[in-house]
């Protein structure tokens, strides 16, 4: 071998450089043909571009098994011009007139074939769009954020499909306007992008150019590349959907109210890469309810948003706080539901015309990514002032602050971020001795993969700070997350305090490929970390070790066709003193037969160990708490079927038996025919309480800390049907009732040795009367006409109604009773309007 001259190797390295991109698409990287005349949308392949476009081939079943010959060959072209993004997909079949054809709303995944076409306009390798559509044009999109296939089903993008089924299989053909893709400036643009097939009446086989191991983690970074784009515009997006409301609601005294809204959401690119979104006095009423809920417990309950301009984005804003495989329980430090929250102060000063969610005058968010790498979010909201009686303030004016920056190292496969959120208050003579004046979080974190990209390590660290007048911050040390007046811990309660700050950390070791599976973490937060001002904490003063496990069978053997199995090990102690409180061992078992039911049983043996409960008495001492089993069972029926059961069964047994709860939860999903789907669940639970906590009691012989024995029966239904004229056209039907009543008895206090080993040791007789015996019902109903006119602009048609009827006593009626007496419970009916038209310039 002759060696190479300094000068030969600097050319040879510049040859290297330059070299032109390949003009055949490949295993793994696709050509686009730029386009001179724009191709007609109709399904067919008769166009000027797709007869010179390079065709992609190579498509590999990965789904029931890896890397295997598909059933049927696929081919794809891609094509772009000055505005848009093409592909046009040939899905060949041998029998296409078993290809079913099934009208559903948009972004519902029903049994049936699909194409899906994934573009990852950033290259990033770990965020992207999805634009997927069946063989009947009904259309999904998503936005995706984080290797792992977090999908956004809030994100509609206004683009165009049409497919059609022919002697040879059937056809898709996209248009996705490039306004609606994010992507830096450049001469020459490279997209991750990939195509995916499923073949319904094979199992759900899938099929997808380029291969996608189900073996190796993530999603994103497996995605092909597409080459060719040259020129790429970069549009400044000016999308306008200005929107009028008409509302019908009732008033207290049978009345009613005609009430005349009107508003607009906008969204503006800076540039190509860089969007600003922004609502106006944005109205949410065709969003559906929240599922009713009888909360006894001193802690919040919490709800998923549900109003679109907080849904859509959220994944750059995702921060969450001890969410690991084997524990996430929703809690983060952005909580969208904050802002335009329930008014916090209605139960003080407000009655029953007082309004029940504070009004958001405006709020704007601006989300992009640089192209060194750095994605940047920002939020910002302003809530009115909402009052009750003479004038009382139940909620301030606020505003609410958010920012998000994660900067990518190694093509996504490492990165470090930081999040900061902001509350301010203008408070009055009504709130300030409730509510924080301010509140303040900023937090760092960080991912790294390596060996092979088969393990990860994350962390996080948080610091928090609020303030306010002694009496609020007082309340703060008090409440449920806190709890600093518990007598027997080393945490010391301040009257005096007009702030309170903490922190929190959290380190995380993955493995997520293989045949082999696992996670261990480790959390800590101090006393006085709080973050529940536009965040979700249910307690602070905790440290845990959580590890999971788990077997992977991914490829189909005698009976399944998949299988899971999970192993799980969890344990918390308090951060100031070490108290353990929690302690448990948990496995999980999933399979999919060949026939393609599921299986799911599973079960935890809880509280191993001495193992004690520093919030059950709701600021007093801690208890000592009983070891439980909590097995359950789940069986779920083929889902391509027209008819398709399931049932889910769970068990609960503690406190040596003084406890037990039992839940069953069938359900069946109909589909009538190609246009009407309908379901049908019920929820029933037995719940058998014999340490259900209380509110504590202060006399002159001091502070008692009060238990009691619940008798508690739930039941609640769900109906659903959708009739799907087009996909464009759709009515929904949405109603479920709600039945929860129980019966109070041996009402105790705890004793003077609440850490005993004996059960009835930690209690002692109180002598008092229980709380009142109760039967709530709660019924929620939507009617929701949905067109889409013309795209991107939408008219709805929505009637709600609501009734509730409470009764202090459990009664003696069964459910079909109770749910007779709350079907003659007044009605409460809203009727709403609601058209928006988009502007695209």
């Known amino acids: 071998m002759i060696p190479l001259t300094p000068v030969a190797a600097i050319v040879l390295a510049l040859q290297t450089q330059v070299?032109?991109?390949?003009?055949?698409?490949?295993?793994?990287?696709?050509?686009?043909?730029?386009?001179?005349?724009?191709?007609?949308?109709?399904?067919?392949?008769?166009?000027?571009?797709?007869?010179?476009?390079?065709?992609?081939?190579?498509?590999?079943?990965?789904?029931?098994?890896?890397?295997?010959?598909?059933?049927?060959?696929?081919?794809?072209?891609?094509?772009?011009?000055?505005?848009?993004?093409?592909?046009?997909?040939?899905a060949f079949d041998s029998h296409p007139e078993s290809i079913k054809k099934l009208l559903a709303r948009r972004d519902i995944r029903i049994c049936c074939d699909q194409i899906k076409i994934v573009i990852d306009s950033y290259h990033d390798r770990r965020t992207g769009f999805e634009f997927a559509v069946n063989p009947a044009g009904v259309k999904r999109d998503y936005a995706m954020y984080g290797d792992d296939?977090?999908?956004?089903?809030?994100?509609?993008?206004?683009?165009?499909?049409?497919?059609?089924?022919?002697?040879?299989?059937?056809?898709?053909?996209?248009?996705?306007?490039?306004?609606?893709?994010?992507?830096?400036?450049?001469?020459?643009?490279?997209?991750?992008?990939?195509?995916?097939?499923?073949?319904?009446?094979?199992?759900?086989?899938?099929?997808?150019?380029p291969l996608f191991r189900t073996s190796r983690r993530g999603f994103v970074s497996q995605l092909g590349d597409i080459v060719g784009l040259e020129g790429l515009a970069a549009p400044r997006r000016l999308e306008l959907a200005p929107y009028a409301v008409v509302k019908n609601v009732p008033v207290p005294g049978f009345e009613r109210d005609q009430q005349y809204t009107a508003g607009a959401d906008i969204k503006y690119g800076i540039t190509s890469n860089i969007t600003v979104d922004a609502t106006v006095n944005p109205d949410f009423g065709q969003v559906e309810a929240d599922p009713s809920v009888v909360n006894l417990t001193s802690f919040e309950t919490f709800f998923q948003e549900r109003r679109p301009f907080f849904v859509e984005g959220t994944g750059i804003f995702n921060f969450s706080v001890n969410c690991n495989i084997v524990n996430c329980s929703g809690e983060g430090l952005f909580y969208s539901r904050r802002v335009g929250r329930d008014p916090q102060l209605r139960g003080v000063y407000g009655d029953a015309t007082s309004p029940n969610a504070s009004r958001i005058l405006g709020a704007a968010k601006i989300t992009g990514r640089l192209p060194g790498g750095l994605t940047i979010g920002a939020v910002e909201g302003v809530t009115q002032r909402a009052t009750g009686p003479g004038?009382?303030?139940?909620?301030?004016?606020?505003?609410?602050?958010?920012?998000?920056?994660?900067?990518?190292?190694?093509?996504?496969?490492?990165?470090?971020?930081?999040?900061?959120?902001?509350?301010?208050?203008?408070?009055?003579?009504?709130?300030?001795?409730?509510?924080?004046?301010?509140?303040?979080?900023?937090?760092?974190?960080?991912?790294?993969?390596?060996?092979?990209?088969?393990?990860?390590?994350?962390?996080?660290?948080?610091?928090?700070?609020?303030?306010?007048?002694?009496?609020?911050?007082?309340?703060?040390?008090?409440?449920?997350?806190?709890?600093?007046?518990?007598?027997?811990?080393?945490?010391?309660?301040?009257?005096?305090?007009?702030?309170?700050?903490?922190?929190?950390?959290?380190?995380?070791?993955?493995?997520?490929?293989?045949?082999?599976?696992?996670?261990?973490?480790?959390?800590?937060?101090?006393?006085?970390?709080?973050?529940?001002?536009?965040?979700?904490?249910?307690?602070?003063?905790?440290?845990?070790?959580?590890?999971?496990?788990?077997?992977?069978?991914?490829?189909?053997?005698?009976?399944?066709?998949?299988?899971?199995?999970?192993?799980?090990?969890?344990?918390?102690?308090?951060?100031?003193?070490?108290?353990?409180?929690?302690?448990?061992?948990?496995?999980?078992?999933?399979?999919?037969?060949?026939?393609?039911?599921?299986?799911?049983?599973?079960?935890?043996?809880?509280?191993?160990?001495?193992?004690?409960?520093?919030?059950?008495?709701r600021g007093g001492p801690a208890a000592r708490v009983d070891q439980y089993i909590a097995p359950w069972i789940g069986l779920q029926y083929d889902q391509r079927a027209a008819v398709v059961p399931q049932v889910f069964v769970n068990y609960f047994k503690g406190d040596r038996g003084h406890s037990q709860s039992f839940n069953i939860n069938p359900r069946v999903d109909v589909r009538v025919s190609s246009q009407f789907r309908g379901s049908l669940s019920f929820n029933a639970t037995h719940n058998i309480n014999g340490t259900q906590d209380l509110n504590s009691v202060t006399d002159a012989t001091g502070t008692h800390y009060l238990f009691a024995?619940?008798?508690?029966?739930?039941?609640?239904?769900?109906?659903?049907?959708?009739?799907?004229?087009?996909?464009?056209?759709?009515?929904?039907?949405?109603?479920?009732?709600?039945?929860?009543?129980?019966?109070?008895?041996?009402?105790?206090?705890l004793s003077s040795t609440p850490r005993a080993a004996g059960y009835d040791s930690r209690f002692q007789a109180f002598a008092g009367t229980p709380p009142s015996d109760f039967n709530i019902k709660f019924f929620n109903s939507n009617f929701v006409v949905r067109w889409e006119y013309r795209p991107g602009s939408t008219l709805f048609l929505v009637w709600n109604q609501g009734r509730d009827d409470f009764e202090p006593t459990k009664g003696t009626r069964d459910v079909t009773g109770d749910f007779k007496k709350l079907f003659n419970a007044y009605p409460r009916n809203t009727f709403l309007i609601k058209a928006s038209y988009w502007l695209n310039r």
């Open 19 to 90: 070299s032109p991109p390949p003009t055949a698409p490949n295993a793994t990287t696709a050509v686009a043909r730029r386009a001179t005349t724009p191709p007609v949308i109709d399904g067919k392949d008769n166009d000027e571009v797709w007869r010179s476009a390079p065709v992609i081939k190579d498509f590999r079943q990965f789904q029931p098994t890896e890397d295997a010959d598909p059933s049927f060959p696929t081919e794809a072209k891609v094509a772009y011009d000055a505005h848009n993004f093409y592909v046009f997909v040939r």
């Open 149 to 209: 296939q977090q999908e956004d089903d809030a994100w509609d993008g206004v683009w165009e499909v049409a497919t059609q089924v022919d002697s040879l299989g059937w056809t898709a053909e996209f248009r996705i306007p490039l306004s609606q893709l994010r992507y830096a400036h450049a001469p020459s643009n490279l997209f991750g992008f990939a195509i995916w097939r499923d073949i319904d009446r094979h199992g759900l086989e899938r099929v997808g150019w």
């Open 709 to 749: 024995h619940l008798d508690q029966l739930t039941t609640s239904m769900s109906f659903r049907i959708d009739f799907t004229a087009t996909p464009t056209l759709t009515v929904q039907v949405y109603a479920s009732p709600f039945v929860s009543k129980g019966r109070w008895s041996n009402l105790r206090e």
């Open 391 to 617: 004038d009382r303030t139940i909620e301030p004016f606020t505003n609410y602050g958010v920012l998000r920056l994660q900067q990518d190292y190694r093509n996504g496969k490492s990165g470090i971020g930081f999040m900061a959120t902001a509350v301010n208050r203008n408070l009055d003579q009504w709130t300030e001795d409730y509510l924080r004046s301010s509140a303040y979080v900023g937090a760092v974190d960080f991912r790294h993969r390596f060996h092979n990209d088969n393990y990860e390590l994350a962390g996080s660290f948080d610091l928090s700070t609020v303030s306010g007048s002694p009496a609020a911050i007082a309340r703060t040390q008090r409440n449920s997350t806190h709890n600093y007046q518990r007598p027997d811990d080393p945490v010391t309660f301040d009257s005096t305090r007009t702030s309170l700050g903490g922190s929190a950390q959290e380190l995380l070791l993955t493995k997520q490929s293989g045949f082999i599976r696992f996670q261990t973490s480790y959390m800590r937060r101090t006393p006085g970390f709080e973050i529940n001002d536009l965040g979700i904490l249910f307690r602070s003063d905790q440290q845990g070790w959580n590890t999971w496990g788990s077997f992977n069978w991914q490829k189909p053997n005698k009976l399944f066709q998949r299988a899971f199995w999970n192993f799980n090990w969890w344990q918390f102690w308090t951060t100031g003193d070490g108290l353990p409180t929690d302690r448990a061992a948990n496995t999980n078992f999933h399979g999919q037969f060949k026939n393609q039911w599921w299986v799911h049983v599973g079960g935890t043996v809880g509280n191993l160990g001495d193992v004690y409960c520093d919030r059950c008495a």
